[in-house]
């Protein structure tokens, strides 16, 4: 019985540590710095608390935290047109961005392992701009290529500042994410 109370203690460090970095996610999401017309925006970072939760504690928490924080992301700005689109810009979008919790380690590994996580993001967005929005691509234009130009437009440069703050933050999170998960 006593091997099970550390792990409740773990479960309970994880769902708090879970809902502060989400919270504060959805603080930074707030920031806009531009917005996009049929959804999406260049925010001040908001995918970095997701992805050091991610480096923290696994692809596992990292997803399931994502899917939440895109569910808020629907609460505060909707922009729904079916349940599939609904799906695939929201909870699923952000819950890729818990792939980056399989590459960490180092500066380098957290860096790919962030690319690889909001390249998951990109992709789902991706897939919902050529099935629900393709009917904006100019005339003539290959509606992938239209949604890889649109989202490319603004989640590059989310992307960019998102890298940035983890190359930056990484000295100081270093001790965070890695030596003190070990003495939990």
Known sequence: M?????????????ITESAVLIALGTVLSLIQVYKMP?????TLGSMVPLLILAARRGPKVGCAAGAIF???QCVIDPMVYHPVQFILDYPLAFALLGLSGFV???VAKVGLGSVIGMAGRFASHLISGVVFFGQYAPKGQNVWLYSFLYQLSYLGMDMLIAIVAMVILWKPLETYVFKRKLSH
């Open 2 to 14: 006593q091997k099970n109370l550390p792990e409740k203690k773990n479960y309970a460090r994880i």
């Open 70 to 72: 895109g569910i808020i």
């Open 38 to 42: 049929q959804g999406g925006a260049v």
């Open 104 to 106: 960490t380690g180092s």
